[in-house]
T-cell receptor, first 109, second 116 residues
Framework: SQQGEEDPQALSIQEGENATMNCSYK?????LQWYRQNSGRGLVHLIL?????REKHSGRLRVTLDTSKKSSSLLITASRAADTASYFC?????????FGSGTKLNVKP | GAVVSQHPSWVICKSGTSVKIECRSL??????MFWYRQFPKQSLMLMAT?????????EQGVEKDKFLINHASLTLSTLTVTSAHPEDSSFYIC????????????FGPGTRLLVL
């Protein structure tokens, strides 16, 4: 990818379990955002975390940001089958907006 | 909420023809729009950054003569795939940055291009 790698590339879990995805990036950023994409569809914005923030919550989502390591993680708690999708991190320096390589999450009912 | 539209949503064309894709911000003004392409099972790759009234900035490896970008107004940017070939078949997505809020950008639903 243009900005960084996400791991794992694919993750398969049972409904009710937690899912953690990690994102590493290369350059300085103003904020980092997470998106989900269902197969062949458009993007859905999940959460934004600014460079001066370390952790943010939104419903079942928890995002952390470590600018010293240039990494972020997305935790989805109590996963549901409907969470099955691809998840992408994206970095914003107010000039360019790059996406990570993505994690494909499969939540089995 | 703010909406970005893309037209057409899908297009099939013959090899050698040119295809124009429109990206419109419907209820806000956007000084900056981004164009991405996405191959199956891959991430979104930024192709170019389009600024209203100036030339687009292309990412390394993206041919500017192949992918013509015009950002004529604060609500419209167009991407023209010139002399399309089968390898140009892809999902093209635009996004628009809200003039009033630099942190916020909105993504279009995408245009699926199939070149035969």
């Amino acid at each position: 990818s243009q900005q960084g790698e996400e791991d794992p590339q694919a993750l398969s879990i049972q409904e009710g379990e937690n899912a953690t995805m990690n994102c590493s990036y290369k350059t300085s950023i103003n904020n980092l955002q997470w998106y989900r994409q269902n197969s062949g569809r458009g993007l859905v914005h999940l959460i934004l975390i600014r460079s001066n923030e370390r952790e943010k919550h939104s419903g079942r989502l928890r995002v952390t940001l470590d600018t010293s390591k240039k990494s972020s993680s997305l935790l989805i708690t109590a996963s549901r089958a409907a969470d099955t999708a691809s998840y992408f991190c994206a970095t914003d320096d107010f000039n360019k907006f790059y996406f990570g390589s993505g994690t494909k999450l499969n939540v089995k009912p | 909420g703010a909406v970005v539209s893309q037209h057409p949503s899908w297009v099939i064309c013959k090899s050698g023809t040119s295809v124009k894709i429109e990206c419109r911000s419907l209820d806000f003004q956007a000084t900056t729009m981004f164009w991405y392409r996405q191959f199956p099972k891959q991430s979104l790759m930024l192709m170019a950054t389009s600024n209203e009234g100036s030339k687009a900035t292309y990412e390394q490896g993206v041919e500017k003569d192949k992918f013509l970008i015009n950002h004529a107004s604060l609500t419209l940017s167009t991407l023209t795939v010139t002399s399309a070939h089968p390898e140009d078949s892809s999902f093209y997505i635009c996004s628009a940055r809200d003039l009033r809020d630099q942190e916020t950008q909105y993504f279009g639903p995408g245009t699926r291009l199939l070149v035969l």
